[in-house]
């Protein structure tokens, strides 16, 4: 893959169409957009990808927001940005969370990148959404929550 990953400081709203993919409502996304850590991936001079990780304490990072642009999604880029994340915060994490609906295709996908069931936060989409979040045809309403350990072993 003839890719690059940049971490981006400032100006980070200029990636919202990207961060809408994966979260759709923007209030959502400036919960934790200015207290996370952004990366975007570069495919040549196409921005391809984003992820925002933040600070959990206890030395458990959370995964905030993955989004591939949906014109290179199923190429592997998705789990090319994780395997990337968890190298980079292995230096200062032990464990990376993520929260997402129970979407066969996105539990599925974390899985695959040796993601494990951690816990279900009933209702979260309900509660904190203002409207409906449907994905693969399904109302999500529990935000299911998966884990990895970051614990790589040294070279």
């Given at each position: 893959m003839n890719m690059e990953i940049t971490e981006i400081k400032t100006d980070k709203k200029e990636y919202?169409?990207?961060?809408?993919?994966a979260d759709e409502q923007e209030s959502m996304i400036d919960r934790y957009l200015e207290?996370?850590?952004?990366?975007?991936?570069?495919?040549?001079t196409d921005t391809i990808g984003i992820a925002v990780v933040t600070d959990e304490g206890n030395k458990v990072c959370e995964l905030k927001n993955l989004a591939i642009a949906p014109s290179f999604q199923r190429h592997g880029y998705g789990r090319e940005m994780i395997s990337y994340l968890c190298r980079l915060y292995s230096k200062q994490f032990t464990t990376m969370m993520v929260g997402?609906?129970?979407?066969?295709?996105?539990?599925?996908?974390?899985?695959?990148?040796?993601?494990?069931?951690?816990?279900?936060?009933?209702?979260?989409f309900t509660l904190h959404y203002d409207h409906p979040i449907i994905e693969d045809g399904k109302v999500l309403t529990d935000m299911l929550y998966f884990?990895?350990?970051?614990?790589?072993?040294?070279?």
């Open positions: 919202l169409e990207l961060l809408l993919l207290r996370g850590t952004m990366h975007v991936m570069h495919h040549g997402t609906g129970n979407s066969i295709q996105t539990v599925s996908f974390y899985k695959s990148c040796g993601f494990t069931y951690s816990h279900t936060v009933p209702d979260f884990q990895k350990n970051l614990d790589f072993p040294s070279s």
